[in-house]
């Protein structure tokens, strides 16, 4: 089936319908924007997780927003609703940014800088009338904060080694490949320069599902971080001297009682107790 044929496909065109998906990404944003500001209560040292949580507010607002196209009028369908995603986009960097401990002078000027060049860029009259140039625009940023995030995490995880940091890592590089393929997509075949409604089609619905999937998982993950090491730090706790750092008799025979385990005839073990 050609691309042409799947969109006049009654059950292709309803299931990538695009205002559809878009009102979807909102519940899912809205959903996991809630359970972040609702887990931050038991988690008042994490930072991040309010940070996360106000992003993913604002992703809903913005999908909202970009779905309503026609209906609203296009200065909030496309100027705010863009600039609130790529603040989104920034909070989340952020947030990563307290989580891993790093606090730059400039992180939160930074975290609003894409949707400040979003906005610098609305006011180019001529650049900004093209949707593919505007498309084009949104994703370099998206791919700039998200490259920042998957760099921080990796070099991160050598100090911290958390299962779900790479797992993160690998979900960013899965959200950028889309956003790559859309970029490519739209060098080939660019839409139409005049149009005025929400675009529609099936490869930007794929994108979207995508977005959707990415942030839900992202939230899963996120979620997953703070419990981890939440555990790691219970566990550090129970196994060392809070004064001198050094490992206490339960780290020791749990390290020596699974090396003899595994290797009966390698060793024995005397202990006296005194």
Not at 60 to 79: H, K, N
Request: some cysteine; hydrophobic content about 50%.
């Amino acid at each position: 089936m050609s691309s042409v044929d799947a969109e006049k496909d009654p059950v292709v065109s309803t299931l990538f319908h695009v205002p559809s998906l878009l009102m979807a990404a909102a519940v899912a944003g809205a959903c996991v924007s809630t359970s972040h500001l609702l887990i931050w209560r038991g988690v008042r040292n994490e930072i991040s997780v309010p940070l996360w949580g106000v992003a993913y507010g604002l992703c809903t607002a913005a999908m909202i927003m970009i779905g309503l196209r026609g209906v609203i009028p296009g200065f909030l369908s496309i100027v705010v609703s863009n600039s609130l995603l790529l603040v989104a986009v920034g909070l989340v960097w952020f947030g990563y940014r307290r989580f891993i401990g790093k606090i730059g002078r400039y992180d939160r000027f930074l975290a609003l800088l894409g949707g400040l060049v979003w906005l610098a860029f609305a006011c180019h009259h001529k650049l900004f009338a093209d949707i593919n140039l505007r498309t084009h625009a949104v994703s370099v940023v998206q791919s700039a904060y998200l490259l920042a995030i998957a760099y921080e995490l990796v070099e991160h995880r050598r100090k911290e080694p958390l299962p779900s940091l790479s797992l993160t890592v690998a979900a960013i590089a899965v959200q950028l490949a889309l956003l790559i393929a859309r970029t490519i997509h739209l060098l080939i075949y660019p839409l139409d320069t005049s149009t005025d409604t929400l675009p529609s089609g099936t490869p930007l619905a794929l994108t979207l599902v995508g977005s959707i999937g990415f942030v839900v998982f992202l939230g899963l993950l996120q979620f997953a971080l703070v419990g981890q090491r939440s555990e790691r730090r219970f566990r550090v706790a129970a196994e060392t001297d809070g004064l001198t750092g050094v490992a206490n008799r339960r780290r020791f025979l749990s390290e020596v009682l699974s090396h003899l385990e595994s290797s009966p005839a390698s060793g024995a073990m005397i202990l006296f107790d005194l």
